[in-house]
Each structure stands twice: as C-alpha cells, then as structure tokens.
T-cell receptor, first 114, second 108 residues
Framework: NAGVTQTPKFQVLKTGQSMTLQCAQDMNHEYMSWYRQDPGMGLRLIHYSVGAGITDQGEVPNGYNVSRSTTEDFPLRLLSAAPSQTSVYFC?????????????FGEGSRLTVL | EDQVTQSPEALRLQEGESSSLNCSYTVSGLRGLFWYRQDPGKGPEFLFTLYSAGEEKEKERLKATLTKKESFLHITAPKPEDSATYLCAVDAGNMLTFGGGTRLMVKP
C-alpha cells in the first residue's frame, strides 16, 4: 500500500514549456486534489475531483488543467509554464465517511520555472 | 469565503517550555477542523480531526481543542523533535482550506 505517489519530485522548466505532474493513489479514495505551497501562503487548492470524470476548480486554477479518467490517477498539466508557477505541488486524496476524513498527501513535487 | 488564520507565524521555545498555537476560522457550515504536522521537504502528516465545539483530542505532547471560532494546539513540555510546521485546515465543502501554518522551533 503505497498511499499517494507523486512524480517527478523535482523539475526545472523554461518559461513557456509544458509538463504534467503525475499523481496516483492506491486507497480507492474518491476525492483527489492538487495544492500548491508557497512561502507565507500556506497550501492553496488548485483543482480537485470528487470522482472519475468529475473535476472542479479550486482557489488558484489559472494556468493548470486536470482530468480524472480513473479513480487512481489525477494528473496536473501546466500548458505554458510561467515563473509565477514556481512552487511545491502536493497531491492529496481522501474518502468521505471513512476513518477520520483526513487528507493523505504525497511527498510533493518541487517545480522551478526559469 | 472560508478563511483560516494561524498565529503566530513562528514560535521559538526552549525544550520543556509549554505553549499554544492558534487557528481562527470563518466558515459557513464547519464539517471538521484538521491539524497537520509538516517536516521540511515532506508532505503534511495528519494529527487530529475535531468536529464540534468543546471537543478535545490528545496525542503524546499535543492536545487540540475547538471552539466555535478557533482551535488551539497545546504543546506540553516540547522536545526538539517536535520542531516542524503545524498546519490547520477546515472542511466546509468538497476540499480543505488551509491556514498559513506556524513554524515551531524547539531548542534543547
């Protein structure tokens, strides 16, 4: 049981490049989400999904796309990277009605946009 | 709009010096308040969930309490290994809204 797995752990991009951050969970959680963490800003929600085929925007969605074709995977796409997207990205999942309702986090993906 | 504010932003304690971290919140329809611990370079790690005013939860040197407007994380006789960033989050809908965190440093 690996929990929430994110790849890559580190990435450097040039302005205008595109990339996908991968996220997979093996706990059969229906809820998945992406947060970004910046110094002094805490964790801010980018996009989330309440089940396969269903996604919605969070607090800071601009510049990011998501899709949810399976319960396990929830990739985050940067279509044209900008320096303002330099951040640490966390994927998280949980299941309502099970246990404490806690979010399980991945280890994070550190992205630098030059 | 849901808002979560944590204070102080940073806290330095001597080993054994007890203190409290504050999390004040404004939400419509609180479904739960969560405390997380985050170590440098790691993802947040779950500590507690509180659901209603008056509820308390304990784990080792940590005790979390909840009122209708705020939550406290009390740290009793902290040790250097308690040094971390502590995050508070509220669940008022589909996902969690986080505060900015309190960075705790405990010196031996």
């Amino acid at each position: 049981n690996a929990g929430v797995t994110q790849t890559p752990k580190f990435q450097v991009l040039k302005t205008g490049q595109s990339m996908t951050l991968q996220c997979a969970q093996d706990m059969n959680h229906e809820y998945m989400s992406w947060y970004r963490q910046d110094p002094g800003m805490g964790l801010r929600l980018i996009h989330y999904s309440v089940g396969a085929g269903i996604t919605d925007q969070g607090e800071v969605p601009n510049g990011y796309n998501v899709s949810r074709s399976t319960t396990e995977d929830f990739p985050l796409r940067l279509l044209s990277a900008a320096p303002s997207q330099t951040s640490v990205y966390f994927c998280a999942s949980f299941s309502r009605g099970e246990g404490t309702g806690e979010l399980f986090f991945g280890e994070g993906s550190r992205l630098t946009v030059l | 709009e849901d808002q979560v504010t944590q204070s102080p932003e940073a806290l330095r304690l001597q080993e054994g010096e007890s203190s409290s971290l504050n999390c004040s919140y404004t939400v419509s329809g609180l479904r739960g308040l969560f405390w997380y611990r985050q170590d440098p370079g790691k993802g947040p790690e779950f500590l507690f969930t509180l659901y209603s005013a008056g509820e308390e939860k304990e784990k080792e040197r940590l005790k979390a309490t909840l009122t209708k407007k705020e939550s406290f994380l009390h740290i009793t006789a902290p040790k250097p290994e308690d040094s971390a960033t502590y995050l508070c989050a509220v669940d008022a809908g589909n996902m969690l809204t986080f505060g900015g965190g309190t960075r705790l440093m405990v010196k031996p």
